[in-house]
């Protein structure tokens, strides 16, 4: 059972449109994030929440918007898909705000044409 | 602007050697540091961490020392084994940040038999 898994792993669509990554957590933790891995490996935190409130928003485009329905599920929708948006994006999860050691989902690999 | 930096991008050891990962910073508010091991098509997973008030951690046949004067950390695994063949990422954060980590652009390890 997938402690913090995220659909669809794979997304290839067309600039200019619109999409969502999915993200849910069973371990009960209290906090979950959004980081994006680009093309030069570089791992960098986006947003995180803790209990449903925003807690972190990075420099992150105003076409990024995270949703968090309850503290299981943190998802991420995407408007305006440009090409620089092509990345991994990662979900992950900590115990409380606080938790430096995150687990993390498989990724979603967003391919934009 | 990096401020977590791996400057070793990949890594190859005989099996049962030691394998040293290399990891320099350069925010002197950073302090806590971790390790995150990477296989592909997967998320990271938390491997090891130290606080800034310890110079040395030790779990199993990983050890992190930390050396602040040279804002430098290293992860020694010994004995290196073929399953820990994987990208090796460090990451920092700094009190009062919450949980966002820094994270360098990671180190891949190639055990060999």
């Known amino acids: 059972d997938t402690a913090v898994s995220q659909t669809p792993k794979y997304l290839v669509t067309q600039m200019g449109n619109d999409k969502s990554i999915k993200c849910e957590q069973n371990?009960?933790?209290?906090?979950m994030y959004w980081y994006k891995q680009d093309s030069k490996k570089f791992l960098k935190i986006m947003f995180s929440?803790?209990?449903?409130?925003?807690?972190i928003n990075e420099t992150v485009p105003n076409r990024f918007s995270p949703k968090s329905p309850d503290k299981a599920h943190l998802n991420l929708h995407i408007n305006s898909l440009e090409l620089g948006d092509s990345a991994v994006y990662f979900c992950?999860?900590?115990?409380?705000?606080?938790?430096?050691?995150?687990?993390f989902g498989e990724g979603s690999r967003l391919t934009v044409l | 602007d990096q401020q977590v930096k791996q400057n070793s991008p990949s890594l190859s050891v005989q099996e049962g050697r030691i394998s040293i990962l290399n990891c320099d910073y350069t925010n002197s508010m950073f302090d806590y540091f971790l390790w995150y091991k990477k296989y592909p098509a997967e998320g990271p997973t938390f491997l090891i961490s130290i606080s800034s008030i310890k110079d040395k951690n030790e779990d199993g046949r990983f050890t992190v020392f930390l050396n602040k004067s040279a804002k430098h950390l290293s992860l020694h695994i010994v004995p290196s084994q073929p399953g820990d063949s994987a990208v090796y990422f460090c990451?920092?954060?700094?009190?009062?940040?919450?949980?966002?980590?820094?994270f360098g652009t990671g180190t891949r390890l190639q055990v060999t038999l």
């Open positions: 992950a999860s900590s115990p409380f705000q606080w938790g430096r050691e995150l687990f």
């Open positions: 371990l009960g933790h209290d906090t």
């Open positions: 990451a920092a954060s700094a009190t009062g940040t919450a949980s966002k980590l820094t």
């Open positions: 929440y803790n209990n449903k409130e925003l807690i």
